[in-house]
């Protein structure tokens, strides 16, 4: 009777069916297996609780659902909305099941659909996300309410995968080999997915339990779905997921990956115009090799390793000039410190609740442009410090202690200027250490970690009187959720130790970090010390869920002497702030919106000595309307109780700062249409009038089919600062020191075009160009006269030889990157990119903004071009 059966359900699985023929097959055969104690053809998960079975043969991978695996694992089917309805029951019905053998955990996606031929499935390169129909899963396998692993797709079989940390934090750089079919047919679409053990990481054990979040978007309609209920109203989501049981022990899996690659490049060199053989450009080629190494030490612990790297397919910085007394941020674009980023994120200010969080680690800093270059350097000198060899071990300990350690080696790069008859490096061999532990409390609302960051140099006599010989940064950090995990408070508090020579520690002490130097405060500056140290705090208190209210409070400290922008990214020293921050959020749709939040914002800046910097007070309010458009508008008042900038002067006076307003707004179409746009506007006014800003950026976006996007922007703004810094006169602390200011007029055009081209999920081809340009002119110098007048007349006076246009500059950069990428087989790829750059600095007579001058000649300045094909192979052995 036994066999009678097995052959029935063998005919049943292998006959061709049509969609209605396969669901009455597979009710038949569930219904045949309970004669062997298979499955109970009731059972279905709950609302928050599913179980998976293991496999005893594994499923095809076709986009199909017949395969006996699937008959006799448990459906989950409970989704329902929440966005934009939350907690109503879907449109359409999801089915999912999961199953898994020794190596692998398998999940089948039953997307029913009534009109299949309105699914929108776009093709993109992996982990673009389009507007498209998707389900993906969250799979949290420590079961620790705060990490997970995700995997999504779309209909056209598209990869995205992030690495989720600290509840909701998303880790784009990871990258992990996994597979997945789709497949459109009659009643719907179907995703069927075979993720790896080995790119997973959970705890050992006889049984596991993992978390996992289930969601579905439905493009056309807007709607999204989830199972369990994904609450808007709730802080983060890997914390709401549901238990996935069932999961008996694995045996440890193999978990070594070799990525061996090689490089070929060529591009232009810029030898001097005293080079007369090849003439002053000349374009040598170049072969380089090197490995990626991921090794996993047990199921919950990974070493990563990259010898001799190049990420030569990494798109460029957009084009920037800054003319502040600040360094620019740039964004971290390389795979290799992509991945796994959250593990060692140690964030010391985050400014309003919506900028760019920065803190003690700035992955930028390893491998950077040579900080000497314009000391030892010319031309033909490197622009990049190469990385010898980067590691780093990342996971969780038996005790509940994540873990991350890295540790970078820079290579000496050496200038063209002798220094003692030795060429004097502008970058010197440097070795860079990141330790992070962090430990979740035990009932999963909080964690308290520490992080130390140190970056060591081997300083050449050339280097001694600029670089700083070692730099340490440690701090300690708390977070605690309560009251349903509705409100948070958060601290830290860490400290720094920076050791040079007299000299390196003179620089750093006048630097706009610090401003010793400063004439009207009471921080003094010792140019015989070779130590620098200081201490930073941060406390905050929010509340982050609940139905309609959201606020937060912070104050945060840096004392004078604080410096971590050894390895980590800080603009200035010497400050305090208290900022608060108000929401009204409303996610329920009404007869007019989608979703609307109200946000106000107050904040006031003092340096550790009392002096006011700054103070305002912001709104701004975003309304999704119920045709899918957005609207952004917001305004600022500053400074309407006296505050002054105690950097402008670049080591001068603090100037008394005038009130402002400002105002922006913005426009952006429905997201779900094939062609879209944006419009942004922002305006501003301050010293008494005198000064002025103003800018547009509009941009398009077309899909003109499932392969092909195209995306255009332009930036347009036009500058008038009455009191730009334009140099200083004299020596440090002397009474005869001059601090000079010029009226600056500027004007900046930008245009940014993306091309996308998807032949399949895994070959595609962009392209990307940007010309920038930006002109100004400075007229009528001055010095101050009373830094601290109330009036904006009193505080300067004319400098020099009169007023009227006595300088100015044209500044032109042209970028562009075109990258083919064909992964042509799991987890190996071919890249073939081509880099172009063109930038010029010119004189001021030809400072005054003509587009069409300074665009044509951004294209005719002479280009540095790198053609460059990398070759990946990845090896599982």
Same mark, same amino acid.
Request: aromatic residues 12%; proline residues 4%; neutral net charge.
């Given at each position: 009777?036994?066999?009678?059966?097995?052959?029935?359900?063998?005919?049943?699985?292998?006959?061709?069916?049509?969609?209605?023929?396969?669901?009455?097959?597979?009710?038949?055969?569930?219904?045949?297996?309970?004669?062997?104690?298979?499955?109970?053809?009731?059972?279905?998960?709950?609302?928050?609780?599913?179980?998976?079975?293991?496999?005893? =043969?594994?499923?095809?991978?076709?986009?199909?659902?017949?395969?006996?695996?699937?008959?006799?694992?448990?459906?989950?089917?409970?989704?329902?909305?929440?966005?934009?309805?939350?907690?109503?029951?879907?449109?359409?019905?999801?089915?999912?099941?999961?199953?898994?053998?020794?190596?692998?955990?398998?999940?089948?996606?039953?997307?029913?659909?009534?009109?299949?031929?309105?699914?929108?499935?776009?093709?993109?390169?992996?982990?673009?996300?389009?507007?498209?129909?998707?389900?993906?899963?969250?799979?949290?396998?420590?079961?620790?309410?705060?990490?997970?692993?995700?995997?999504? =797709?779309?209909?056209?079989?598209?990869?995205?995968?992030?690495?989720?940390?600290?509840?909701?934090?998303?880790?784009?750089?990871?990258?992990?080999?996994?597979?997945?079919?789709?497949?459109?047919?009659?009643?719907?679409?179907?995703?069927?997915?075979?993720?790896?053990?080995?790119?997973?990481?959970?705890?050992?054990?006889?049984?596991?339990?993992?978390?996992?979040?289930?969601?579905?978007?439905?493009?056309?309609?807007?709607?999204?779905?989830?199972?369990?209920?994904?609450?808007?109203?709730?802080?983060?989501?890997?914390?709401?997921?549901?238990?996935?049981?069932?999961?008996?022990?694995?045996?440890?899996?193999?978990?070594?990956?070799?990525?061996?690659?090689?490089?070929?490049?060529?591009?232009?060199?810029?030898?001097?115009?005293?080079?007369?053989?090849?003439?002053?450009?000349?374009?040598?080629?170049?072969?380089?090799?090197?490995?990626?190494?991921?090794?996993?030490?047990?199921?919950?612990?990974?070493?990563?390793?990259?010898?001799?790297?190049?990420?030569?397919?990494?798109?460029?910085?957009?084009?920037?000039?800054?003319?502040?007394?600040?360094?620019?941020?740039?964004?971290?674009?390389?795979?290799?410190?992509?991945?796994?980023?959250?593990?060692?994120?140690?964030?010391?200010?985050?400014?309003?609740?919506?900028?760019?969080?920065?803190?003690?680690?700035?992955?930028?800093?390893?491998?950077?442009?040579?900080?000497?270059?314009?000391?030892?350097?010319?031309?033909?000198?490197?622009?990049?410090?190469?990385?010898?060899?980067?590691?780093?071990?990342?996971?969780?300990?038996?005790?509940?202690?994540?873990?991350?350690?890295?540790?970078?080696?820079?290579?000496?790069?050496?200038?063209?200027?002798?220094?003692?008859?030795?060429?004097?490096?502008?970058?010197?061999?440097?070795?860079?250490?990141?330790?992070?532990?962090?430990?979740?409390?035990?009932?999963?609302?909080?964690?308290?970690?520490?992080?130390?960051?140190?970056?060591?140099?081997?300083?050449?006599?050339?280097?001694?009187?600029?670089?700083?010989?070692?730099?340490?940064?440690?701090?300690?950090?708390?977070?605690?959720?309560?009251?349903?995990?509705?409100?948070?408070?958060?601290?830290?508090?860490?400290?720094?130790?920076?050791?040079?020579?007299?000299?390196?520690?003179?620089?750093?002490?006048?630097?706009?970090?610090?401003?010793?130097?400063?004439?009207?405060?009471?921080?003094?500056?010792?140019?015989?010390?070779?130590?620098?140290?200081?201490?930073?705090?941060?406390?905050?208190?929010?509340?982050?869920?609940?139905?309609? =209210?959201?606020?937060?409070?912070?104050?945060?400290?840096?004392?004078?002497?604080?410096?971590?922008?050894?390895?980590?990214?800080?603009?200035?020293?010497?400050?305090?702030?208290?900022?608060?921050?108000?929401?009204?959020?409303?996610?329920?749709?009404?007869?007019?919106?989608?979703?609307?939040?109200?946000?106000?914002?107050?904040?006031?800046?003092?340096?550790?000595?009392?002096?006011?910097?700054?103070?305002?007070?912001?709104?701004?309010?975003?309304?999704?309307?119920?045709?899918?458009?957005?609207?952004?508008?917001?305004?600022?008042?500053?400074?309407?109780?006296?505050?002054?900038?105690?950097?402008?002067?670049?080591?001068?006076?603090?100037?008394?700062?005038?009130?402002?307003?400002?105002?922006?707004?913005?426009?952006?179409?429905?997201?779900?249409?094939?062609?879209?746009?944006?419009?942004?506007?922002?305006?501003?006014?301050?010293?008494?009038?005198?000064?002025?800003?103003?800018?547009?950026?509009?941009?398009?976006?077309?899909?003109?089919?499932?392969?092909?996007?195209?995306?255009?922007?332009?930036?347009?703004?036009?500058?008038?600062?009455?009191?730009?810094?334009?140099?200083?006169?004299?020596?440090?602390?002397?009474?005869?020191?001059?601090?000079?200011?010029?009226?600056?007029?500027?004007?900046?055009?930008?245009?940014?075009?993306?091309?996308?081209?998807?032949?399949?999920?895994?070959?595609?081809?962009?392209?990307?160009?940007?010309?920038?340009?930006?002109?100004?002119?400075?007229?009528?110098?001055?010095?101050?006269?009373?830094?601290?007048?109330?009036?904006?007349?009193?505080?300067?006076?004319?400098?020099?030889?009169?007023?009227?246009?006595?300088?100015?500059?044209?500044?032109?950069?042209?970028?562009?990157?075109?990258?083919?990428?064909?992964?042509?087989?799991?987890?190996?790829?071919?890249?073939?990119?081509?880099?172009?750059?063109?930038?010029?600095?010119?004189?001021?007579?030809?400072?005054?903004?003509?587009?069409?001058?300074?665009?044509?000649?951004?294209?005719?300045?002479?280009?540095?071009?790198?053609?460059?094909?990398?070759?990946?192979?990845?090896?599982?052995?």
């Amino acid at each position: 009777m036994r066999h009678t059966t097995l052959l029935l359900c063998a005919l049943a699985l292998s006959a061709p069916t049509t969609g209605a023929q396969s669901r009455i097959a597979a009710r038949e055969t569930a219904a045949a297996l309970v004669t062997i104690g298979a499955i109970d053809p009731g059972a279905k998960a709950s609302s928050n609780a599913a179980s998976a079975s293991r496999a005893i =043969t594994p499923p095809v991978l076709d986009g199909r659902t017949n395969d006996r695996a699937w008959a006799t694992a448990q459906v989950i089917d409970q989704f329902l909305q929440y966005d934009p309805n939350e907690g109503k029951a879907s449109q359409f019905r999801t089915e999912v099941r999961v199953t898994y053998d020794d190596h692998y955990l398998y999940i089948l996606a039953r997307m029913f659909d009534p009109a299949p031929d309105s699914i929108i499935s776009a093709l993109s390169r992996r982990d673009v996300r389009t507007n498209s129909d998707q389900f993906g899963l969250v799979i949290d396998s420590y079961h620790d309410g705060k990490t997970a692993f995700e995997f999504f =797709t779309n209909p056209a079989g598209v990869k995205r995968d992030y690495y989720v940390s600290n509840d909701q934090n998303e880790d784009e750089g990871w990258d992990a080999v996994w597979d997945v079919a789709t497949r459109i047919d009659s009643v719907g679409w179907v995703a069927e997915f075979r993720i790896p053990f080995s790119q997973i990481r959970y705890s050992p054990g006889a049984e596991h339990t993992f978390g996992l979040l289930l969601k579905r978007d439905i493009a056309r309609t807007g709607e999204r779905t989830s199972w369990p209920l994904l609450k808007r109203s709730v802080q983060g989501y890997v914390s709401q997921s549901g238990n996935l049981s069932g999961i008996g022990q694995l045996p440890s899996p193999r978990r070594l990956e070799i990525l061996p690659y090689t490089v070929v490049k060529n591009d232009t060199r810029d030898f001097g115009t005293g080079r007369s053989a090849l003439g002053q450009y000349d374009h040598p080629n170049k072969i380089t090799a090197g490995a990626d190494v991921k090794y996993g030490l047990s199921s919950n612990l990974t070493l990563d390793a990259t010898i001799n790297p190049d990420f030569g397919q990494v798109e460029a910085d957009p084009a920037q000039l800054n003319l502040t007394a600040f360094e620019t941020f740039f964004d971290e674009r390389r795979p290799f410190f992509l991945e796994g980023a959250g593990i060692f994120t140690f964030n010391t200010n985050c400014g309003d609740i919506d900028s760019q969080c920065t803190g003690l680690f700035y992955s930028r800093r390893i491998g950077r442009n040579p900080q000497l270059a314009g000391n030892y350097g010319d031309a033909t000198s490197a622009t990049a410090t190469p990385i010898a060899a980067a590691g780093k071990l990342t996971g969780r300990l038996a005790n509940g202690i994540s873990v991350g350690l890295m540790d970078a080696v820079t290579q000496r790069v050496e200038g063209t200027a002798a220094v003692d008859g030795v060429n004097a490096a502008i970058e010197p061999r440097t070795n860079y250490s990141v330790l992070r532990l962090q430990r979740d409390n035990s009932d999963g609302h909080g964690d308290m970690g520490f992080m130390l960051t140190g970056v060591n140099r081997s300083l050449d006599p050339g280097s001694v009187p600029y670089l700083r010989a070692s730099a340490y940064v440690g701090g300690v950090d708390l977070r605690r959720r309560f009251w349903n995990n509705n409100y948070e408070v958060k601290t830290f508090a860490a400290r720094s130790d920076v050791r040079g020579s007299a000299a390196s520690i003179a620089a750093l002490q006048t630097n706009t970090v610090h401003a010793f130097q400063r004439p009207d405060d009471a921080i003094a500056y010792d140019p015989t010390r070779t130590t620098l140290g200081g201490d930073a705090e941060r406390i905050s208190f929010s509340k982050f869920g609940g139905d309609i =209210t959201r606020f937060q409070t912070v104050y945060q400290r840096f004392s004078p002497g604080f410096e971590s922008n050894d390895l980590g990214y800080q603009q200035r020293a010497d400050e305090q702030e208290f900022r608060n921050w108000f929401a009204l959020q409303f996610n329920t749709p009404t007869a007019v919106y989608q979703h609307a939040a109200f946000n106000f914002n107050g904040s006031g800046d003092w340096t550790t000595g009392g002096l006011m910097l700054g103070n305002g007070w912001n709104h701004n309010d975003h309304i999704q309307w119920k045709n899918f458009w957005w609207t952004h508008i917001g305004i600022n008042f500053n400074n309407y109780s006296p505050a002054y900038d105690d950097r402008a002067a670049r080591g001068g006076p603090a100037i008394r700062l005038s009130r402002s307003q400002s105002m922006w707004g913005g426009v952006q179409s429905d997201n779900r249409r094939s062609v879209q746009s944006s419009m942004w506007l922002n305006a501003s006014r301050g010293d008494e009038g005198r000064s002025f800003r103003g800018s547009v950026s509009p941009q398009l976006d077309v899909r003109v089919s499932s392969r092909f996007s195209t995306s255009i922007g332009m930036g347009y703004s036009r500058n008038g600062n009455d009191w730009q810094f334009y140099g200083r006169n004299g020596a440090i602390g002397s009474d005869t020191t001059h601090y000079t200011f010029a009226r600056l007029d500027q004007t900046t055009l930008s245009l940014n075009t993306r091309l996308n081209f998807t032949a399949t999920p895994n070959l595609s081809f962009q392209f990307y160009a940007e010309p920038f340009v930006s002109n100004g002119t400075y007229a009528d110098r001055k010095e101050i006269r009373d830094a601290r007048a109330d009036s904006y007349a009193n505080r300067f006076k004319p400098y020099g030889s009169g007023s009227g246009v006595f300088d100015g500059f044209n500044y032109r950069q042209f970028n562009s990157n075109a990258v083919l990428r064909y992964e042509y087989r799991p987890g190996s790829s071919l890249f073939m990119v081509w880099q172009q750059g063109r930038s010029s600095f010119l004189t001021p007579a030809d400072a005054e903004y003509q587009v069409g001058r300074d665009y044509g000649a951004a294209l005719r300045d002479h280009p540095n071009n790198t053609f460059l094909v990398k070759l990946s192979y990845w090896i599982n052995p």
